[in-house]
């Protein structure tokens, strides 16, 4: 055997941190710029997340890369909910065109990874279940749906009125999506 099971897992872990390129903002225009850069950050790190979820067979050493990447995805969130906040607390507003901008990119990035890694985590539930990380999965789900709904929530307050249904829109999918997932490995959604 080349690489001891504890080498091989290590490098699993780091190979699925190792996120792909990240999504990065392509208005020049710097608030949008801002948000458009941490919320592509937080979906890269939801793409990473996913790759370590489809990836995942069995077990609870083999679930590393999958908690790696959980962690990941809450620190990205924090550093988004951060500058966030900063805006609210400038006073910063988005006018029209940059809420609108704000919102598609959103809808068009998180909007469809996180849906998609929620999908992707479900259809690994007998493993993970047989790997007692049920409350685990549920926890970590936990977790990510406050961070998104504490950081929506800031966001939504530098959007323009136009804008503000949109977004609504955007971030209660999102947050649906996650809910699914507590839901389904709570047993309180049954095999939905």
């Given at each position: 055997?080349?690489?001891?099971?504890?080498?091989?897992l290590?490098?699993?872990?780091?190979?699925?941190?190792a996120?792909?390129?990240?999504?990065?903002?392509?208005?020049?225009?710097?608030?949008?710029?801002?948000?458009?850069?941490d919320i592509?950050?937080?979906?890269?790190?939801?793409?990473?997340?996913?790759?370590?979820?489809?990836?995942?067979?069995?077990?609870?050493?083999?679930?590393?890369?999958?908690?790696?990447?959980?962690?990941n995805?809450?620190l990205v969130n924090?550093?988004?909910y951060?500058?966030?906040?900063?805006?609210?607390?400038?006073?910063?507003?988005?006018?029209?065109?940059?809420?609108a901008?704000?919102?598609?990119?959103?809808?068009d990035?998180?909007?469809?990874?996180?849906?998609?890694?929620?999908?992707?985590l479900?259809?690994?539930?007998e493993?993970l279940?047989?790997a007692?990380?049920?409350?685990?999965?549920?926890?970590?789900?936990?977790?990510?749906?406050?961070?998104?709904?504490?950081y929506?929530?800031?966001?939504?307050?530098?959007?323009a009125p136009?804008?503000?249904?949109?977004?609504?829109?955007?971030?209660?999918?999102?947050?649906?999506?996650?809910?699914?997932?507590?839901?389904?490995?709570?047993?309180?959604?049954?095999?939905k």
């Amino acid at each position: 055997m080349l690489f001891s099971r504890a080498t091989t897992l290590l490098l699993a872990a780091t190979t699925a941190i190792a996120a792909p390129l990240q999504v990065r903002a392509t208005s020049q225009d710097p608030v949008v710029a801002v948000a458009e850069n941490d919320i592509g950050a937080i979906s890269t790190a939801v793409v990473a997340l996913t790759a370590a979820i489809n990836g995942y067979r069995s077990g609870v050493l083999e679930a590393t890369p999958i908690l790696a990447n959980t962690a990941n995805v809450h620190l990205v969130n924090r550093k988004a909910y951060v500058d966030a906040v900063a805006a609210v607390t400038a006073n910063v507003k988005a006018n029209e065109e940059q809420s609108a901008e704000i919102v598609k990119f959103t809808a068009d990035s998180v909007g469809v990874t996180i849906p998609q890694s929620i999908k992707a985590l479900k259809a690994k539930r007998e493993p993970l279940a047989k790997a007692g990380l049920t409350d685990s999965v549920v926890g970590a789900l936990q977790l990510l749906k406050s961070d998104h709904d504490s950081y929506s929530a800031e966001l939504i307050k530098v959007v323009a009125p136009g804008s503000l249904a949109a977004a609504k829109k955007v971030v209660l999918d999102i947050d649906n999506a996650i809910q699914s997932g507590i839901d389904y490995f709570s047993g309180s959604a049954g095999s939905k």
